[in-house]
């Protein structure tokens, strides 16, 4: 495998999971900041209340994105894998 190959197959591996973990990610920022407005305003600094939220809210985009995760990683996969000959020259 030359350098350049190698490159490209790190490339593409870290620009997929950036794809795969940005939902979950934004949900969870923007959860957050909901969270933390409302205990501003509110005067309520309970750390456990921003916990509950974000893990509810991770767990539905979860739930609701699965198959579009797995449809994703699969056509990754597969991709890799045929791809896998032409680099091992």
Same mark, same amino acid.
């Given at each position: =495998?030359?350098?350049?190959?190698?490159? *490209?197959? @790190? $490339?593409?591996?870290?620009?997929?999971?950036?794809?795969?973990?940005? !939902?979950?990610?934004?949900?969870? =920022?923007? %959860?957050?900041?909901?969270?933390?407005?409302?205990?501003? %305003?509110?005067?309520?600094? *309970?750390?456990?209340?921003? @916990?509950? !939220?974000?893990?509810?809210?991770?767990?539905?985009?979860?739930? %609701? &994105?699965?198959?579009? /995760?797995? $449809?994703?990683? =699969? *056509? /990754?996969?597969? &991709? =890799? %894998?045929? $791809? /896998? !000959? *032409?680099?091992? $020259?």
């Amino acid at each position: =495998m030359n350098i350049e190959a190698a490159i *490209e197959l @790190f $490339r593409l591996t870290v620009t997929q999971a950036i794809l795969l973990v940005a !939902p979950i990610l934004v949900t969870a =920022m923007a %959860v957050g900041l909901v969270v933390s407005l409302v205990q501003a %305003v509110t005067s309520i600094q *309970e750390q456990t209340l921003a @916990f509950v !939220p974000k893990l509810l809210a991770v767990g539905v985009v979860m739930l %609701v &994105s699965a198959s579009w /995760f797995m $449809r994703t990683l =699969m *056509e /990754f996969t597969i &991709s =890799m %894998v045929q $791809r /896998f !000959p *032409e680099v091992t $020259r």
